[in-house]
């Protein structure tokens, strides 16, 4: 049984002998890694190396930049690296969560989410995700300029809403429900805890307990009937002592499990369509193979007669990484990249540095979605890993990927994306990158 003292211990904030420095006073670094978290990265790799350290409002970090860091952190073979104290930060949002378990513990709570996410559960997804994408994609044809970045979050909550709680995103309460949601989402670039109405920390907060209170109400019903939302999943699910998991349980994990699987894929579709219009080449031939199934709606069993549209999630995710940020907390003193780290040190790899560093990938910066047919990636295991690694690697990685075909089918197998002529976004970053306008568009009609 791994010890749990650590959880208890203050983080470790002597980091004199790591290169580096603390920005600001107050606020330390965070305006210049929120502004543009990879030009911070590249800069503090130029002129520091692999690590580093810098700091967010309070903390003090450790920057640990590079696959070979990624893959320390994620397959953490010496059980060192905790994830419930890197993510500490948060732990008032999503405390009771499996992201916030390390160890045994989270073995144990991702025993929850296991039926909801295997591939016959998700077979049963399929026809509400093909329905809402058909239904909502139709009046866009006629409304001219629209900004793709609203559309996308409205139809993620109201699939969220189904394959989630077999509730619809219609009506009052469903109405309230998708509010809280983006209210609740919108809370997490806080630096300071602010309990105070106008704050996005407060109205996370209250988002947070809205949500919680109308999955409470819904728990007994679903452990007594025979829906196959993942929230019914859930609620059947039982743990190794062939128990129920407590309502506790449920609520944590299914409120993160909404931040993480609807957000994150709102960010995916938005900058693939922004990729799409700017390489209308790329369109067509997804167009090509999605009409060659002759089929008006998907499942899993075509997605491997897609394999352009599984390169260009790969290619999105390089170039504009939905996480583009992971932690951790050292447990015991260690060492990466020939750096001596302190026990209890906040600990941070980038994602989306990895997916562009110079020296591993061709021409970084270019869209180029047949570097993954070349296997470009595949220098180092850790190269690529948008959805993490080792036993936090995503669970819902394989819905993720599910509901971004099926989306991207719907939209290329009927429209063609247009953007403004000399379009150049205002980009956002965190918690994760879009372009700040939402991306306005046309989809226009192909024969």
């Known amino acids: 049984m791994t010890e749990t003292h650590y959880l208890e211990r203050p983080d470790n904030r002597d980091l004199r002998q790591i290169p580096g420095d603390y920005g600001l006073p107050l606020i330390g670094n965070a305006l210049s890694l929120k502004a543009n978290p990879l030009k911070f990265c590249d800069d503090r790799?130029?002129?520091?190396?692999?690590?580093?350290?810098?700091?967010?409002?309070?903390?003090?970090?450790v920057l640990a930049l590079g696959p070979e860091n990624a893959r320390e952190l994620h397959l953490d073979v010496a059980k060192n690296f905790s994830s419930a104290k890197g993510l500490g930060h948060f732990e008032t949002l999503i405390g009771g969560s499996l992201i916030m378990k390390d160890f045994e513990a989270h073995r144990f709570q991702r025993r929850l989410m296991q039926t909801a996410f295997k591939s016959s559960s998700m077979d049963g997804y399929v026809e509400h995700i093909n329905a809402i994408c058909l239904d909502t994609l139709r009046p866009l044809f006629d409304a001219g300029e629209f900004k793709l970045g609203g559309y996308a979050r409205s139809t993620l909550l109201e699939i969220a809403a189904q394959t989630f709680t077999g509730v619809t995103g219609q009506g009052s309460e469903g109405?309230?429900?998708?509010?809280?949601?983006?209210?609740?989402?919108?809370?997490?670039?806080?630096?300071?805890?602010?309990?105070?109405?106008?704050?996005?920390?407060?109205?996370?907060?209250?988002?947070?307990?809205?949500?919680?209170?109308?999955?409470?109400?819904?728990?007994?019903?679903?452990?007594?009937?025979?829906?196959?939302?993942?929230?019914?999943?859930?609620?059947r699910e039982r743990d190794e002592n062939g128990d129920y998991f407590s309502d506790y349980d449920i609520v944590e994990n299914f409120v993160v499990l909404l931040f993480a699987a609807q957000d994150t894929t709102t960010a995916s579709l938005v900058n693939a369509c922004y990729e799409l219009g700017r390489h209308p080449q790329w369109q067509q031939r997804m167009r090509e193979e999605a009409r060659a199934l002759g089929k008006e709606t998907i499942g899993q069993a075509d997605f491997d007669a897609l394999p352009s549209f599984t390169m260009l999630f790969?290619?999105?995710?390089?170039?504009?990484?939905?996480?583009?940020?992971?932690?951790?907390?050292?447990i015991n003193p260690c060492e990466l990249s020939g750096v001596e780290i302190p026990a209890d040190t906040l600990l941070m790899n980038a994602i989306t540095y990895n997916h562009v560093m110079p020296g591993w990938w061709s021409e970084p910066q270019r869209f180029d979605p047949e570097r993954f047919e070349r296997g470009e990636h595949k220098q180092h295991p850790f190269l690529f890993h948008p959805f993490g690694g080792g036993a936090h690697k995503c669970i819902g990685m394989h819905f993720a990927q599910m509901v971004f075909r099926i989306f991207m089918f719907h939209i290329v197998t009927n429209y063609e994306i247009q953007l403004r002529p000399g379009y150049d976004p205002d980009w956002q970053y965190l918690p994760m990158p879009k372009p700040r306008d939402n991306l306005p568009l046309r989809l226009v009609q192909v024969g």
Not at 46 to 61: D, E, L, T
Not at 196 to 220: D, M, N
């Open 45 to 61: 790799y130029r002129r520091y190396g692999a690590v580093s350290r810098f700091a967010m409002g309070p903390s003090h970090i």
């Open 175 to 235: 109405a309230r429900l998708k509010t809280a949601f983006e209210d609740f989402i919108d809370g997490f670039t806080f630096i300071f805890e602010i309990n105070i109405p106008g704050f996005k920390y407060h109205g996370s907060l209250r988002a947070k307990q809205y949500i919680a209170a109308f999955i409470r109400e819904l728990i007994a019903d679903k452990r007594r009937n025979e829906d196959e939302d993942i929230l019914a999943h859930f609620c």
């Open 314 to 330: 790969n290619e999105t995710q390089r170039l504009h990484s939905s996480v583009p940020l992971f932690p951790r907390r050292s």
